[in-house]
């Protein structure tokens, strides 16, 4: 499966974007999806993810209460609503999907085996 992120940019602190995730090749509707992001001279790390069905929700910690993960299976495309953005949440914001069907949400990106190629997301202070 191939997945395009899109919808990242420049925005000032407090504000918001929506990241998009567009997978095309198969559907993704049994798949569990996630999003990690990764700051300059940081690793990668988790942010969300959303089990097949939509039913369970993981964050991080760090972006509880502020971003929530959706999924349009007839769109076969997966969503993240970031609000009142933070300089620190400045990276390159990275779709996954753990291809075995029914998968549930999880943090780990071991678990995950299709990466898009990120789009940046910017937060200036």
């Known amino acids: 499966v191939q997945l395009v992120e899109s919808g990242g940019g420049l925005v000032q602190a407090g504000g918001s974007l929506r990241l998009s995730c567009a997978a095309s090749?198969?559907?993704?509707?049994?798949?569990?999806m996630g999003w990690f992001r990764q700051a300059p001279g940081k690793e990668r790390e988790f942010v969300a993810a959303?089990?097949?069905?939509?039913?369970?929700?993981l964050y991080a910690d760090s972006v509880k209460g502020r971003f929530t993960i959706s999924r349009d299976n007839a769109k076969n495309t997966i969503y993240l609503q970031m609000d009142s953005l933070k300089p620190e949440d400045t990276a390159v914001y990275y779709c996954?999907?753990?291809?075995?069907?029914?998968?549930?949400?999880?943090?780990?990106?071991?678990?995950?085996?299709?990466w898009g190629q990120g789009t940046q997301v910017t937060v200036s202070s």
């Open positions: 959303i089990s097949w069905n939509g039913g369970n929700k």
């Open positions: 090749g198969r559907t993704v509707s049994t798949y569990a």
């Open positions: 996954a999907a753990q291809t075995v069907p029914f998968g549930i949400a999880t943090m780990s990106s071991k678990s995950y085996d299709s």
